[in-house]
């Protein structure tokens, strides 16, 4: 299952399908981005980050993509699990003071 | 030690109370920040302490007062709030620059607020 667009909050797929969640940052400047993951009741947990000298960055089971030319960011679950239910959010760093600007946010949801 | 603790879980309070909300961590993190989160919604960024100094005040109304009294503490002090203020309260931490190439914010579960 694929999210499309910045504002399309939730995201359905199915228990060992793959996911993929994207997200469109707005500052070419932007040098760092990074994914959390929120289940409810939780504060944002980190998945995997990915410096602008970077195109691909691979975790334990997730893989990040960043497209500076078209400002894109991209979050991979590889065989989705009920246990990645969650919100999943980007962030970017935009200076050097570390402040981390969030995007809107994905639900997603995974049927068993 | 890689978790940051805030208290209360869950608050409750009257537009006239005064209360404050607790976040703690012990990772040697020296930048600590304040985040509003509605449901349903990203964080939103409020204070930034760096060092124990305010370096970040992202325009909130003066009924929020934040206090950082040591590297390991940081509060936020409520006084006079609006039921629009009911949210969940984000407290996290960081090293302050760059540390291995990462920024990563270390998050702790929130208060979640109510204000009646």
């Known amino acids: 299952g694929e999210s499309v667009g910045l504002h399309l909050p939730t995201l359905s797929v199915q228990e060992g399908d793959n996911s993929i969640i994207n997200c469109a940052y707005s500052?070419?400047?932007?040098?760092?981005f990074i994914w959390y993951k929120q289940e409810s009741g939780k504060g944002p947990q980190f998945i995997i980050d990915?410096?602008?000298?970077?195109d691909k960055r691979q975790g334990q089971r997730v893989t990040v993509l960043l497209n500076k030319t078209v400002k894109h960011l991209s979050l991979q679950i590889a065989a989705t699990q009920p246990g990645d239910s969650a919100v999943y959010f980007c962030a970017e760093k935009r200076n050097q003071g570390g402040k981390l600007i969030f995007g809107q946010g994905t639900e997603l949801s995974v049927k068993p | 030690d890689t978790e940051v603790t805030q208290t209360p879980k869950h608050l409750v309070m009257g537009m006239t109370n005064k209360k404050s909300l607790k976040c703690e961590q012990h990772?040697?993190?020296?930048?600590m920040y304040w985040y509003k989160q509605k449901a349903k919604k990203p964080p939103e960024l409020m204070f930034v302490y760096s060092y124990e100094k305010l370096s970040i005040n992202e325009s909130v109304p003066s009924r929020f007062s934040p206090e950082c009294p040591n590297s390991s503490l940081l509060n936020l002090h409520l006084h006079a709030l609006q039921p629009e203020d009911s949210a969940l309260y984000l407290c996290a931490s960081s090293h302050p620059g760059r540390r291995q190439g990462s920024y990563e914010q270390y998050f702790g579960p929130g208060t979640r607020l109510t204000v009646t």
């Open positions: 990772m040697g993190h020296r930048a």
């Open positions: 990915i410096r602008s000298n970077m």
């Open positions: 500052n070419s400047a932007s040098d760092y």
